[in-house]
């Protein structure tokens, strides 16, 4: 029951990218999904979570730059991610979150279902 994060590629920095996450064995409608990466060598960190009602959250070094939207009849949420920088790369990983305030939270917590990620890679 994992949620397949999809989308990553490399790109130079200020570019764009969207990536796409999809859940194959259940509805998105009722759980918050979100998304959080991490680089190696450093913590998981959370990046923006969608909730039931829409509302969306970021994380601080995102917000403005990255736009979270769900499909619920697609079963899928989006992150369209423009004016990256180098420190965004990261493997990217899409999860249920039990609150999407914890998902973005400094570290972040409470996910689950997340699967393998996505790699995003930032570079001239």
């Known amino acids: 029951v994992q949620l397949q994060a999809s989308g990553g590629g490399l790109v130079q920095p200020g570019g764009s990218l969207r990536l796409s996450c999809v859940a194959p064995d259940f509805s998105i409608r009722t759980f918050e999904i979100g998304w959080f990466r991490q680089a190696p060598g450093k913590e998981r960190e959370g990046v923006s979570c969608t909730s039931t009602d829409g509302s969306t959250y970021y994380g601080s070094v995102v917000k403005g730059r990255f736009t979270i939207s769900r499909d619920n009849a697609k079963n899928t949420v989006y992150l369209q991610m423009n004016s990256l920088k180098q420190e965004d790369t990261a493997v990217y990983y899409c999860?249920?979150?039990?609150?999407?305030?914890?998902?973005?939270?400094?570290?972040?917590?409470?996910?689950?279902?997340w699967g393998k990620g996505t790699q995003v890679t930032v570079s001239s």
């Open positions: 999860a249920r979150a039990a609150l999407c305030e914890t998902l973005i939270a400094d570290p972040p917590y409470g996910m689950d279902n």
